[in-house]
């Protein structure tokens, strides 16, 4: 099949394709994590909230954002046998898979910030080094999404400085199209679903949903204005908002100074799930996050983080998602 012929059946596929009720799962991949007893608990309760999608999301690193060697193969990141059997765990709890492999940066600089000079200069780290690199690491997994059969797979995640590389992305995307012929997806940033020019090019367009929780329409109306030109599905690859009473008014800053509070969660995913609900066009959710170790449920009032494992939160997800896949 060309690669030509499996875009467009993709293209069909996604056309069809229902309602996306997901959650990411088991960020940020470290080696060791993904198997055993809690592994398995983490998937089953993840999967009571009527999830049926799982992102399978793991984290490469790269030493610095000038570095041009994604070094995937290395701890900590999971093996691809944690990675296979994370998949093959979730498809038999009836899941649908979207694979999400995403480069990290070791020292701590968000992924946002890789960058390289707009031309090459001699001497100096280039962008086409960088996405030969990232290549070998995304067909990597396109292959493993090909052998586990995933449904999707998510190709980078707010990549900013690195979107404006539309002949580098459309060069990918044509690589992995002759390796995989699932769904393709790009997760970009949040508030940047307007300036990624190479929508075309996927199946599925993604974003980061991480508004403020009083400014859900607005970005729903810029969101809708930005992608409707491209007649492509749209859904928030990622969406949520920590259990801290700061957080709904800036729920993308997992680091924001506050006190726990479930019931600030859950009004936030009210509020996110009541204004998409309203728009036909966003197909779903893949929420961030769910780990593959929890903690104890006795816990979960005095954890401020993202899951909403034994909070508030968890009974709006499972309404919601239930509401949407009984549709």
């Known amino acids: 099949m060309t690669t030509q012929a499996k875009a467009a059946g993709s293209a069909a596929a996604a056309a069809e394709l229902g309602y996306i009720a997901g959650m990411t799962w088991g960020w940020t991949g470290v080696r060791g994590t993904w198997e055993g007893p809690e592994a398995d608990f983490s998937l089953s309760e993840m999967a009571k909230l009527n999830v049926g999608w799982t992102a399978v999301t793991l984290g490469a690193l790269q030493a610095t954002a000038q570095s041009t060697e994604i070094e995937y193969w290395n701890e900590p990141t999971v093996t691809d046998d944690e990675v296979r059997s994370a998949i093959r765990r ?118 980061s949903g991480y508004y403020p929780i009083d400014q859900w329409e607005e970005q729903l109306d810029r969101i809708e204005a930005a992608v409707a030109p491209y007649g492509k599905p749209f859904f928030f690859m990622e969406a949520g908002c920590p259990s801290r009473d700061t957080s709904p008014a800036r729920p993308n800053d997992w680091s924001l100074a506050g006190r726990p509070d479930g019931e600030a969660q859950r009004a936030y995913y009210e509020a996110m799930f009541g204004a998409c609900g309203r728009r036909e066009w966003v197909r779903g959710f893949v929420l961030w996050d769910w780990p593959a170790r929890l903690y104890a449920a006795p816990d979960a009032a005095a954890n401020d983080d993202y899951c909403m494992y034994g909070k508030p939160a968890a009974q709006t997800v499972k309404d919601f998602y239930g509401s949407r896949r009984e549709g």
């Not at 052998?147 to 002949?167: P, S, T």
């Open 90 to 207: 979730a498809k038999a709890l009836g899941q649908k898979v979207c694979l999400k492999p995403v480069v990290n940066v070791a020292d701590g600089t968000w992924r946002a910030h890789i960058n390289f000079f707009d031309m090459d200069i001699p001497g100096e780290p280039t962008w086409g080094q960088w996405f030969e690199s990232y290549a070998r690491f995304i067909l990597h997994y396109a292959d493993i999404a090909r052998e586990e059969g995933c449904e999707m797979l998510c190709i980078g995640c707010e990549m900013v400085q690195a979107d404006k590389r539309e002949a580098e992305w459309r060069a990918l995307i044509a690589q992995v199209r002759e390796a995989y012929s699932g769904l393709v997806t790009y997760n970009c940033d949040k508030y940047q679903e307007g300036n990624v020019k190479w929508w075309d090019a996927v199946d599925l367009i993604s974003s």
